[in-house]
Each structure stands twice: as structure tokens, then as C-alpha cells.
């Protein structure tokens, strides 16, 4: 059973930084891309950043390029997304999600196979 468990949301002000991880567990040796989409309030859940298996190649949504930076650790099976420079329009529930092969492609097309449950993050001003 694949699990992704993200942490590391929280409330911070506007120009501050936070980092989310997400740690996925059951994928034995299979490899995949992986990312994370956020949900605002009110709003449909939107592509933030992907990253593919060996973490050479990323992509970003145009509202966090420059801001945003997607990693990855395969040893721990682990992502993480640092976020600088966070304004208001950032709050939202981060969700990590990965697909069942190493397409970065999947995650423009919203062709999600397994999602995390979601860590908030608020940004106030």
C-alpha cells in the first residue's frame, strides 16, 4: 500500500519561508515522479511543482517559479518543497502526489495515481 504522509505546514507571514516534506512509504523499487498540488479555499486544487526520479529534471506552476523549489532525497524516499518569499495567495493544503512511473507529464494532466492527505499551510499578512 503506497502511503505519502506530508508535514511541515503551519501559519507564517507574508515574505516568510517554510519547507513541506512528504515521505512516501510502499513503493518498493519502482520508479516515479513526484510533487505537489495545493487547494485554496474555495478553489480548485492546482499543479505547484513536480520532480522526476532522479531528481534532474522539475517543473514548476508560473505562480511559484522563482519562489519555489522542489528536492528530492531517494534514499529516504522523501520530497520536499521549499517555499520563499510566501504572499497571501499561497494559503492553501498542500498535497503531495506521485504516479506509478516517472512521467512528469502526468502531473499537467492531473493524471494523479495516489495522493497524501494534505498539510495546511496559512499566510498572513
Known amino acids: 500500500q503506497v502511503q505519502l504522509v506530508e508535514s511541515g505546514g503551519g501559519l507564517v507571514q507574508t515574505g516568510d519561508s517554510l519547507r513541506l516534506s512528504c515521505a512516501a512509504s510502499g513503493r518498493g523499487s519502482s520508479r516515479y515522479a513526484m510533487g505537489w498540488f495545493r487547494q485554496a479555499p474555495g478553489k480548485d486544487r492546482e499543479f505547484v511543482a513536480a520532480?522526476?526520479?532522479?531528481?534532474?529534471?522539475?517543473d514548476y506552476a508560473d505562480s511559484v517559479k522563482g519562489r519555489f523549489t522542489i528536492s528530492r532525497d531517494k534514499f529516504n524516499d522523501t520530497i520536499y518543497l521549499q517555499m520563499n518569499s510566501l504572499k497571501r495567495e499561497d494559503t492553501a493544503v498542500y498535497y503531495c502526489a506521485s504516479t506509478s512511473s516517472d512521467s512528469m507529464s502526468s502531473f499537467r494532466s492531473y493524471a494523479i495515481n495516489y495522493w497524501g492527505k494534505g498539510t495546511l499551510v496559512t499566510v498572513s499578512s
Open positions: 520532480i522526476s526520479w532522479s531528481g534532474g529534471n522539475t
